[in-house]
């Protein structure tokens, strides 16, 4: 017999997660996930797990701001621990960014976090190594958080699952099923389901699932890679802080004691599609390339002449769901009733899964766009609305806030 549902979510990552989370804070009966692997198998257990307010645009600063107060207040609400590390955020731009670090610092003031700028002394005191010069400009945000994605993944599932949400995992879906207009259900590894409505969270494989009812999304698969460093065995420096600095093009963030997780800022590279690398998201390089590990290393000495002797502890890469402008599609389709999709978070997608979560939920249950996600929606494109957040159209050197 077919297996029912009021809602399917078609994704076991943070995104389909956080939604069937709040349905059910929203009283829908029955929701159910399905994962083709493991939760958080796709991006989520790749994410650097930082979440921080400081953006330029204000309603992605008040997504931000809503998703640190979630990770929080998970455990006073839930009942479960999402572990997280109170690290605090610190910027380093170059001065001609002013202009832009003060938008971005209202957009957080605005959105309840508290960001300042502050001299080279007070970021040495907040991260003894960090490089120095006249031409640095910094910025704090004391409340922003890190924390190792899996387990908080893991929370999310616990909390679905206690809340009544059916999560089935190794349960690829195939055909999104539809009649006279409607979605009707999905066709899976473990037979049919029948639902009036579904959600899509399948990042980067979403476009292809769309695509195959004709409904085309701007989502293009990019490689990403990261690498563990670890610190120089031969004295105590050690990262305390997350940081993002400009000029290096690098984030970094503590990993346990001595390790630091440290990626690309990949919106001071990708300023269109030209600039993606096209990646098939099954079929890719699992481990970053050499010679732009090397470049990483360097980098990383730019941003702490300490870690001139630090060493690389292992790499992974990944493959990102991108957009033209690097936000993400919060939608349905115009063309099959009951069909939503959530998908191409550019690199982003873990600190706002909170706020999409709530927003996509809400769409679903009263049927009518939320405005909060007007502006993420598809025919954004189309009409040329696209979101400048903060990398559009700005040079690489002289970005202030991507990561
Ligand atoms: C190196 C790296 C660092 C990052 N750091 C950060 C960060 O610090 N902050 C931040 O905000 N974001 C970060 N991100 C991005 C973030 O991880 C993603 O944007 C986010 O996890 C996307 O979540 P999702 O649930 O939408 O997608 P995913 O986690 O990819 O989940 C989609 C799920 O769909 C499943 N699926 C696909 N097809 C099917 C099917 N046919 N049937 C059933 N299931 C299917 C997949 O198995 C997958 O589990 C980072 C990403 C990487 C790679």
Known sequence: MNQTADVIIVGGGVTGLLTAIHLKV?????????????????QSHRAAGIVRAL????????????SIAFVKDFEQRFDDPILYHPSGYLLLTDLEQADAVNDSISAAAKAGCEARQIDAVEAQELQRGLREDDETLYVYEPGAIHLDPMPAVQAMARVAKRLGVKVIE??????????????????????RFEAPTTLIATSVWGAAQLARLGIEVPVYPHRAEMAFFHVPT?????????VSDARSMLYLRPEGDRQMF????????????DD???????HYKQTADFERLAAMQRRLAVTLPPMDNGFVHRTYACVYDY???????????????GLYFALGFSGGG????????????QFIVDRKTPSQIEPFELKRFAEGKLIRWANVGKSASTEVDSD
């Open 350 to 361: 873990f600190s706002i899964s909170p706020w999409v979560g709530r927003s996509m939920a």
């Open 276 to 282: 993606m690398d096209d990646e098939e998201p099954d």
């Open 170 to 191: 190794g349960c690829e879906v195939g055909d999104i099923l539809t009649h006279g207009g409607k979605v009707t259900g999905i066709e899976s590894a473990q037979g």
């Open 262 to 273: 440290v990626g690309w800022r990949e919106g001071d590279r990708v300023h269109g599609v």
């Open 55 to 66: 953006v330029r645009h204000p309603l992605v600063a008040r997504a931000l701001a809503e």
């Open 323 to 337: 957009t033209p402008d690097g936000m993400p599609v919060l939608d349905r389709a115009d063309s099959v009733d």
């Open 26 to 42: 929203l009283g829908v009966d029955k929701v159910t996930v399905l994962e083709r692997y493991h939760v958080g198998s796709g």
């Open 234 to 242: 031969t004295d105590d420096f050690r990262l305390s802080r997350i």
